[in-house]
């Protein structure tokens, strides 16, 4: 059964910082793509970024670039992401999938998802 576990996420002062983990299990997480997304309050489920299986491409959305950073560690069947200067405008519930693309149709097998929110 493919599982996919969001943690860290919380409540932080605008600025601050979070890592958000996704434990995988159920597939094969070395030859999967991983990709997070977010969605806030009455709107729509954002691309945030992606990771390829081998760490060798990623890619951001404009709005997080230089600010957040996607990695993975193939031993942990874990995929992260490190989230600095964090802003209100980062609020949201973060979900990882398995797929690497900017839209989530292309996506498959989602998390629960953990909640970020960031106080001005």
């Known amino acids: 059964q493919v599982q996919l576990v969001e943690s860290g996420g919380g409540l932080v002062q605008a600025g601050g910082s979070l890592r958000l983990s996704c434990a995988t299990s159920g597939f094969t997480f070395d030859i999967n793509n991983m990709g997070w997304f977010r969605q806030a309050p009455g709107k729509a489920r954002e691309f945030v970024s992606c990771?390829?299986?081998?760490?060798?491409?990623?890619m951001y959305a404009d709005s997080v670039k230089g600010r957040f950073t996607i990695s993975r560690d193939k031993a942990k069947n874990t995929v992260y992401l490190q989230m600095n200067s964090l802003n209100p405008e980062d609020t949201g519930l973060y979900y990882c999938?398995?797929?690497?693309?900017?839209?989530?149709?292309?996506?498959?097998?989602w998390g629960e998802g953990t909640q970020v929110t960031v106080a001005s």
């Open positions: 999938a398995r797929g690497y693309d900017r839209s989530w149709a292309n996506y498959d097998d």
């Open positions: 990771i390829t299986r081998g760490s060798g491409s990623t």
